[in-house]
Each structure stands twice: as structure tokens, then as C-alpha cells.
């Protein structure tokens, strides 16, 4: 199929939603990465989402609102608490999915027959413009092909998904740059299944109430390591080349990259490294996935990676994405 370029002004958005009422294929920027749309309700859709990214179709999608309206959250969740009002109120717009019972209507398709659905409202305009004039909710996982780094920029999702979907609307880069925080309000205490840029302390201190992390966070694979989040248990945002990160002391940390990439260069490889400022989690949350996108096209076979100091949020959110990426290959120095 050829793949339609669409600005993200008027013109390219009236276009775009009709599209996704056809039942087509659209990918769009959000605040966090580019999401890959399909109608929410069509369980055809769903079905040519799970097919043009090569994913599981266990795998449920998040459903994405064009407003942040408690009328528009009913339309889809069966139940909304008083703490998922007060979280849309103070964090939608903006990188938040919460998990709550799903209505009938949302096809086990888009929820991977889950009794729960993942809705989430986007930041950037040109998203929600898109969802609203689209008439319906939008299923969108992040626009890569299964197991490639998560696109922070058209370009990225061209390079995946050109020839593949209808149309990709070509907005600007992507600001937070990791995908959003999950948030299951099912349970007793609101747990977070996926770590994102809003914090658990922030939701704790909205709600007045504990939040906690998915325990499944920090078990190692092989352990008991049983998700909530089914996504989580799949290799996520894996370059090509072999990573491994290193932990302890700073300059004992430089030492060994330096040994090992000499080690590696004898070898005849190529090493590429990658580290982020420990003091500023944005920038590193932004730059991660861009980053092994390049390592890719450049071809590097490994890339040696300094670990982030785990006790900031942000930071804790930016290693679950590159522990994955290294297939939890952690070494400690
Ligand atoms: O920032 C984001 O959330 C991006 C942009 C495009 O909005 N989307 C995204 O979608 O990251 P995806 O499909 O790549 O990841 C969705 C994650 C998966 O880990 C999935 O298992 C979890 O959310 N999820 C979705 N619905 C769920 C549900 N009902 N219960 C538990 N986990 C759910
Ligand atoms: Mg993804």
C-alpha cells in the first residue's frame, strides 16, 4: 500500500480522521511517542494494527480520547472512580493511561480480551483534533514494528511502517519521549504497571491515597515475572545491536566501558556508548529511543551504556526501558 504523508494542520487532520472512519491506518504524534491509530470500536481495525507491527494480538491497545470529559470516559470504562475524575482533571491532557473496567462495546480485539480497557487522553492538539473529528476513540500502540525502539519522530515511524499503514501525520518530535505511565485503578491500592513521566508520588499526592509500583517491576525475568500489563512481558525496544549496561561508581563505570570497548574493538567490532546526564531525567527520557534508532543505523554492534541512578522517577522510568533494550544485561562494577 502507499503510505499517505499528511501535515498537522486542518487539511492533513480532516484527512487523517477519515481515514480512521474508513478503517484504515494512521499513524499520529502524541506527547509521549508516535501512536499508530486504528478505530477503538472496529475490531478489523485492531486486527490490521496488530498485523502491520508484527505484535501479539494479545497485546492490548490503549484507547486513546480526543477529550478528557467524564461523558467521553464513560463511553468506553464501565466504572469511573472518584480517583480516575481526579486524575483526568489534573493530568490529561498528558501522558497518563488509566486502567479501569471496560464497557461492553470495546471489542476483545482492541483489549486483548481483557475485562479492563487502558484510556488515556493525549497532549498535542493535533492528536486529540485528529480523535475528535475521527468521531470515536482510537486504539494506538506506539508506532514501531514489534520489537524495534519506540518512534519519537515521523521519520522514525516512516522508517517502520512506510508501505505498511494508510498515513503517518508528520507533527514534531516527540517531548516526553517514553511512553505513558500506566496506571491500573482496579484494585484497592492504584498501581502503576507501566513507569512513565508522571511519578507515583505525584498521583499519590493528587489522590491523598497511596500508589505503588507492579511488584513485576523490579523482578528479573526467569523470577516469578507475571505483569499486569501484558506488554510488559514481551522484548520491548530492542536495538539490533547486543547492549549492555554498567552499574556502581562513576569513574569506576567510565574505566570498564573504556576496557570493554578496547576489548571489543581488538575484536574487530564496532562499539558505540550512550549516557545520559543522571541529573536530568527529561533530557535522557527524550533522547533514549532517538538514540538506539541511530546506534541501529549506523550499525554498531554494541553498544555500552551507563546505568541511571534508579531512586529518581524519571530516571527509574528511562532504566525500565533500557534494561529491556539490553535485555536486562546488567553488569556491576
Ligand atoms: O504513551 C503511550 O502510551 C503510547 C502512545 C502512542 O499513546 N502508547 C503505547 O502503547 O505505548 P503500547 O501498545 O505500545 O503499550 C501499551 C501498554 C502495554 O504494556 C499494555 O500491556 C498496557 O499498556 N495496557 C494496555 N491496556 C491495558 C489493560 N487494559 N490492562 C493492563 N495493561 C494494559
Ligand atoms: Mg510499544
Request: charged share 25%.
Amino acid at each position: 500500500m502507499k503510505t499517505e504523508y499528511l501535515t498537522p494542520d486542518a487539511a492533513g487532520i480532516r484527512r487523517g480522521a477519515e481515514i480512521l472512519r474508513a478503517g484504515g491506518l494512521v499513524a499520529f504524534p502524541t506527547e509521549t511517542v508516535y501512536g499508530l491509530g486504528g478505530n477503538a470500536m472496529d475490531p478489523k481495525a485492531a486486527e490490521k494494527i496488530y498485523a502491520a507491527k508484527g505484535r501479539p494480538s494479545d497485546n492490548p491497545l490503549i484507547v486513546h480520547l480526543g477529550t478528557k470529559s467524564v461523558r467521553e470516559m464513560a463511553r468506553y470504562a464501565a466504572e469511573i472512580p472518584e480517583d480516575a475524575k481526579k486524575l483526568a482533571e489534573a493530568l490529561w491532557p498528558g501522558p497518563l493511561t488509566m486502567v479501569l473496567p471496560k464497557r461492553p462495546e470495546i471489542p476483545d480485539a482492541t483489549t486483548g480480551g481483557l475485562s479492563t480497557v487502558g484510556l488515556r487522553c493525549p497532549y498535542p492538539q493535533a492528536a486529540r483534533r485528529l480523535i475528535a473529528s475521527s468521531g470515536t476513540a482510537i486504539a494506538a500502540p506506539s508506532a514501531n514494528l514489534s520489537g524495534r525502539p519506540s518512534p519519537t519522530t515521523w521519520q522514525d515511524v516512516a522508517e517502520d511502517m512506510d508501505g505498511r499503514i494508510d498515513a503517518i501525520i508528520t507533527g514534531a518530535r516527540c517531548r516526553c519521549g517514553i511512553e505513558s505511565t500506566v496506571l491500573d485503578l482496579t484494585g484497592s491500592v492504584p498501581t502503576i504497571l507501566r513507569p512513565g513521566w508522571y511519578p507515583p508520588y505525584l498521583i499519590a499526592h493528587i489522590l491523598g491515597k497511596d500508589c505503588v509500583y507492579d511488584p513485576a517491576l523490579f523482578a528479573q525475568p526467569g523470577e516469578d515475572y507475571r505483569p499486569k500489563a501484558p506488554g510488559m512481558k514481551y522484548k520491548h525496544y530492542a536495538p539490533q545491536a547486543e547492549m549492555i549496561l554498567f552499574s556502581g561508581e562513576p569513574e569506576k563505570v567510565k574505566a570498564a566501558i573504556a576496557a570493554r570497548r578496547r576489548e571489543l574493538r581488538a575484536q574487530g567490532r564496532s562499539v558505540g556508548t550512550l549516557r545520559f546526564d543522571p541529573d536530568d531525567p527529561a533530557r535522557a527520557a527524550r533522547r533514549l529511543f532517538a538514540a538506539l534508532r541511530a546506534f541501529d543505523r549506523k550499525g554498531v554492534d554494541v553498544i555500552l551504556a551507563t546505568a541511571l541512578p534508579e531512586e529518581d522517577a524519571g530516571n527509574f522510568a528511562v532504566m525500565n526501558r533500557m534494561l529491556k533494550a539490553a535485555s536486562y544485561r546488567l553488569e556491576e562494577v
